[in-house]
């Protein structure tokens, strides 16, 4: 047992300076500042507890014994005073300053290497960890590690401070010394049980931190489903459930830290009692004077000033540490092996040819297993299967989002996980069943530019970018736009609450087509549009976008017989390749088509 907490402090303290030295490495000023400034405060704490004494030494005590006191002497010491004063108050703004500056700094540091790191990790990570989780280790993590540095410099300069303190009451008195470091063991002995008392429910506050975030993103990203079906009640007792054991886990672990704190401040204000006792009988025989006697009173009661310090940011080290330690195991995510050697994408239409692709997610069984099909450039190829047959994962494969666990997709020769990413995102555009939509305009979420300003009406705005008439065209959105209050300048709230959900896909998939893809991958992007529309986009694009290949996910029997081929997927293997006609030949395939069609017309 032993061993293990030895073990466990060992590794506290090689966090902690990993989590000081990525601190000083990101914000060097602000840290050096800081600690000049903590020096400068401790060290005219000790300058004013030695000018009271010389004060009570050279101006009060001659006052009562002769009633006179020179001029000089008390210009001097009103003078020393006052320059002690304004290094103190200085010392205290640089100290502020800089604790602030520290903390918002690398708060914002961690956050946006966090939300860096988020971007270029694999989707498969997206799919395995809750958002609610994710934007914890973005807002409560990185504040609570970015409190550790910021503290820093104080605690330092309040070390420094008491070492200042103790040799320079050596010097003047070694047994008012010997008296006051009695305290120094006392207060070891208690911060060693403070870290120990307060580790693990300052690691129970921050990760349930992570919980009531997690819970309380699901209820309000849900909030459709929430209230039609009537579990309002369910959801706020489930967060009123997170947040009380919040709340229980804050209570105990301020109940501990105020326990010691308590403890640790009456240790220095024990000692300074002892030392006006023991000071009272050194005075009496002039071993000391009574200025002397003064300071020493003066600094043993503010040294409950860097005690305190010390001791709050002992107390809140294993809080700072497990903020730290999510977001740290956030950033130590392997990403994706770099590009070796990238091949460049030859020009012109793509033909995409997939070889005994084969992929399965972390934990689950084989979502692909040797699919294998060819599409000519410029053709259309449609994707169909049952629930669960590997339709999506496909796609995905396709875009490069997740990488297969053995085969290969080429795209005009080049194998796709070779080729540089610019030149994928240059090549390849997808719009998927559930789209997203920022808060922005809709010509904004078309262009992906929220800054540019367009026109209220969609000819105008088309001369600001043709990409945007185009699209908007093809995707048989003009229509809706041009019918919203400010056109394409309109807002269409967060992720596209304003419009229907066959509305947001059109939007999508005009986003797609604005990208002038050379491969188009719509996963489902056309479920929620009503079948007429959806004909004429499908239409639409076979006329309109002959250089562009396209890959299309669908369970739609009129999007079927429109592609050139349909590759038929059963438990993420190819169960055949042809026309929608020649398909149909085949039991399960007609069987499945025939049940959608059934489900489309009852809904």
Not at 84 to 96: E, T, Y
Not at 432 to 457: C, I, R, T, W, Y
Request: with cysteine; glycine share 8%.
């Amino acid at each position: 047992m032993t061993d293990q907490r030895t073990a466990g402090r060992f590794k506290q303290v090689r966090r902690s300076r990993a989590l000081l030295l990525a601190a000083f490495r990101a914000h060097p000023g602000p840290i050096a500042w800081g600690l000049v400034g903590s020096l400068l405060y401790g060290t005219s704490l000790v300058a004013w507890s030695v000018a009271l004494g010389v004060l009570c030494n050279d101006v009060v005590i001659p006052r009562f014994d002769d009633g006179h006191v020179a001029t000089g002497t008390v210009l001097a010491v009103l003078v020393a005073v006052a320059a002690v004063g304004v290094v103190q108050g200085s010392a205290g703004l640089i100290r502020r300053w800089t604790l602030v500056v520290t903390r918002a700094r690398f708060d914002a540091t961690l956050r946006d290497a966090v939300v860096r790191r988020y971007h270029q990790l694999p989707m498969t990570y997206h799919q395995a960890h809750s958002t609610g989780q994710k934007l914890a280790h973005v807002t409560t993590d990185a504040e609570a590690a970015a409190e550790l540095p910021a503290r820093l410099p104080d605690v330092l300069g309040m070390l420094v401070l008491f070492v200042v303190t103790v040799g320079w009451v050596v010097v003047v008195d070694p047994v008012l010394a010997l008296v006051g470091g009695m305290m120094i063991p006392a207060l070891l002995l208690v911060n060693s049980v403070y870290q120990k008392q307060v580790e693990v429910p300052a690691e129970a506050v921050q990760e349930r931190l992570g919980r009531v975030t997690e819970v309380a993103h699901e209820s309000f990203d849900g909030a459709a489903l929430v209230k039609t079906l009537g579990r309002d009640r369910v959801e706020r007792d489930r967060f009123a459930a997170e947040a009380a054991g919040l709340r229980d886990a804050k209570i105990r672990l301020a109940v501990r830290e105020w326990m010691l704190d308590s403890l640790v401040e009456s240790i220095p204000t024990v000692t300074s009692l002892v030392i006006v006792i023991v000071g009272a009988f050194r005075v009496n025989s002039g071993a000391i004077t009574v200025g002397a006697l003064v300071s020493f009173v003066n600094v043993f009661a503010m040294l409950v000033v860097p005690v305190r310090t010390i001791g709050n940011v002992l107390g809140d080290v294993p809080r700072m540490l497990a903020g730290y330690t999510r977001v740290q195991a956030v950033l130590d995510e392997p990403l994706p092996p770099a590009t070796a050697d990238p091949q460049p994408l030859p020009d012109g239409p793509l033909d995409v040819r997939v070889q005994d692709l084969s992929f399965a997610y972390p934990g689950g069984a084989a979502a692909l297993s040797g699919v294998s099909f060819h599409v000519p450039a410029g053709a259309t190829v449609a994707i169909t299967g049952g629930t669960g047959s590997g339709k999506s994962t496909l796609l995905l494969a396709l875009t490069g989002l997740v990488p297969p666990a053995g085969g290969t997709v080429l795209l005009n020769g080049a194998d796709l996980s070779r080729i540089s990413p610019a030149d994928r995102v240059a090549a390849v555009a997808a719009a998927f069943q559930e789209p997203f939509l920022f808060a922005g305009s809709l010509a904004g979420n078309v262009l992906l530019d929220f800054d540019a300003s367009v026109s209220a009406s969609a000819s105008d705005s088309a001369a600001a970018d043709p990409r945007l008439d185009e699209a908007l065209r093809l995707a048989r959105a003009t229509a809706l736009v041009d019918g919203q209050p400010n056109g394409a300048d309109t807002p269409v709230g967060e992720r596209g609450v304003t419009l229907s959900g066959g509305e947001r896909q059109r939007i999508a998939l005009a986003r797609a087509l604005a990208h002038r893809p050379r491969l188009l991958l719509l996963d489902e992007a056309t479920s929620a549009v009503d079948a007429t529309t959806r004909q004429e986009i499908m239409s639409g694009l076979a006329t309109g976008l002959t250089s562009t290949t396209t890959i299309v996910v669908t369970t739609s029997a009129a999007t079927l017989a429109l592609a050139d081929a349909v590759v038929y997927l059963q438990q993420g293997r190819v169960a055949g390749i042809g026309s929608h006609a020649d398909l149909l030949r085949i039991d399960g395939y007609d069987r499945l088509i025939r049940a959608y069609e059934r489900e489309r017309v009852q809904a």
